[in-house]
């Protein structure tokens, strides 16, 4: 037994309908950020999102701008691979109505306060990524990084639909060349796109109250090309639709089959396998060196992400039939528990 294909989307679509529930048209998936997520309505309920990690030689570095729709909630951190060096800074600014999230993936999106400046200025197929905190562990923190877009490239977008009234629209690009720094204290980290790769998690929709997902992915160099890599499991059990593909030198092989994670959710140090539902198209060890908990206990909201940091090992099989073997593939797999 194997998955149906899912629908692919050519043509530029509305996420929503005039009342703001899902418009049938947009379910399905697309090789270009072709979908507008006109949100609308759903007091409360709405999630906006802009997530960016960055992996450098040095140091992976990430760069958040959320909206919940009763709070803004952005953050920043990095990780020193062999220091394990770790930090990470949050600010939430409640109903957060200064900030404005764009409809399309590729837009510009700032968040402006004095404890956090994170700008996303989208221009000609390259973003520029500039992040001043003036406290950031005790350092300043400064990152000035431009990633590029390479035209050609296929990036992953895809709603998925629970319902008319509850779905998710979400953009994964991958494997994003970038140039530049992250300056923290003296310290300077610098990132040449010749092995420096960003990847970008835009998400925009209306979701549950409760929600659990898994999340693994990677950007890297390997023997000469560029890989990336995005599986998702749990939210998406049963909706006809995955966030599963693959991407060598920027195509995309769309993974119609459902992931299974396997991990040991009271030591999450130890290896997790990921696997294909029915065939073997997907078969991952990931091993993690490091853990990342962020915890957030409001009245409102309630949130626990493990993101581990490790390599994938192991193979998937492209489109053309033959296996791509994937080695010592900096990434990460997450769980991720949201009462929001």
């Given at each position: 037994m194997?998955q149906h294909?899912e629908?692919?989307i050519?043509e530029?679509?509305?996420?929503c309908?005039k009342?703001?529930?899902?418009?049938p048209?947009?379910?399905g998936f697309?090789?270009?950020p072709?979908?507008n997520?006109?949100?609308?309505?759903?007091?409360?309920?709405?999630?906006?999102?802009?997530?960016w990690?960055v992996?450098?030689?040095e140091?992976?570095?990430?760069?958040?701008?959320?909206?919940?729709?009763?709070?803004a909630v952005?953050?920043?951190?990095?990780l020193?691979?062999e220091?394990?060096?770790?930090?990470?800074?949050t600010?939430?600014?409640?109903?957060?109505?200064k900030?404005?999230?764009p409809?399309?993936?590729?837009?510009?999106?700032?968040?402006?306060?004095?404890?956090?400046?994170?700008?996303?200025?989208?221009?000609?197929?390259?973003t520029?990524?500039?992040?001043t905190i003036?406290d950031?562990?005790?350092?300043?923190?400064?990152?000035?990084?431009?990633?590029?877009?390479p035209?050609?490239?296929?990036?992953?977008?895809?709603?998925?639909?629970?319902n008319?009234?509850?779905?998710q629209?979400?953009?994964?690009?991958?494997s994003?060349?970038t140039?530049g720094?992250?300056?923290?204290?003296?310290?300077?980290?610098?990132f040449?796109?010749?092995?420096?790769?960003?990847v970008l998690?835009?998400?925009?929709?209306v979701?549950p109250r409760?929600a659990?997902?898994?999340?693994a992915m990677?950007?890297?160099?390997?023997?000469?090309?560029?890989?990336?890599l995005?599986?998702?499991?749990?939210?998406t059990?049963?909706?006809?639709m995955t966030?599963?593909a693959?991407?060598?030198?920027?195509?995309m092989?769309?993974?119609?089959?459902?992931?299974i994670f396997e991990?040991?959710?009271?030591?999450?140090m130890?290896p997790?396998?990921?696997?294909?539902?029915f065939?073997?198209?997907?078969q991952?060890t990931?091993?993690?060196?490091?853990?990342?908990i962020?915890?957030t206990?409001?009245?409102v909201?309630?949130?626990?992400?493990?993101?581990m940091?490790?390599?994938?090992?192991?193979?998937?099989r492209?489109?053309s039939?033959?296996?791509?073997?994937?080695?010592?593939?900096?990434?990460?797999?997450e769980?991720?528990?949201?009462?929001?």
């Amino acid at each position: 037994m194997t998955q149906h294909a899912e629908k692919e989307i050519v043509e530029s679509t509305l996420l929503c309908d005039k009342k703001g529930n899902l418009n049938p048209a947009a379910i399905g998936f697309a090789r270009k950020p072709i979908i507008n997520s006109n949100l609308k309505g759903h007091f409360m309920r709405k999630k906006k999102w802009n997530y960016w990690c960055v992996f450098g030689d040095e140091i992976m570095f990430s760069a958040t701008i959320s909206h919940l729709d009763y709070a803004a909630v952005c953050f920043v951190y990095f990780l020193d691979y062999e220091t394990q060096r770790y930090f990470e800074k949050t600010i939430t600014i409640p109903l957060g109505n200064k900030v404005k999230m764009p409809t399309n993936v590729l837009e510009t999106v700032n968040f402006i306060h004095d404890d956090m400046k994170i700008q996303l200025l989208y221009a000609q197929n390259e973003t520029q990524m500039t992040v001043t905190i003036p406290d950031f562990d005790g350092d300043l923190l400064h990152a000035d990084l431009t990633i590029k877009h390479p035209v050609d490239d296929d990036s992953l977008n895809v709603v998925i639909p629970w319902n008319r009234q509850t779905f998710q629209f979400t953009g994964k690009h991958h494997s994003l060349p970038t140039n530049g720094y992250v300056k923290i204290g003296e310290k300077r980290y610098n990132f040449q796109e010749e092995e420096c790769y960003a990847v970008l998690d835009y998400g925009r929709g209306v979701w549950p109250r409760e929600a659990t997902w898994n999340w693994a992915m990677a950007s890297q160099k390997c023997r000469g090309h560029r890989i990336g890599l995005n599986l998702g499991g749990q939210w998406t059990d049963g909706t006809g639709m995955t966030e599963n593909a693959i991407f060598l030198d920027g195509k995309m092989t769309k993974i119609h089959e459902d992931v299974i994670f396997e991990y040991n959710a009271k030591d999450f140090m130890q290896p997790w396998h990921i696997k294909s539902k029915f065939t073997d198209d997907v078969q991952l060890t990931f091993t993690p060196f490091f853990e990342r908990i962020a915890t957030t206990n409001a009245k409102v909201i309630k949130s626990e992400v493990h993101q581990m940091v490790g390599y994938f090992n192991g193979r998937v099989r492209l489109d053309s039939g033959c296996y791509l073997p994937i080695q010592q593939l900096i990434g990460t797999a997450e769980e991720h528990l949201a009462k929001w």
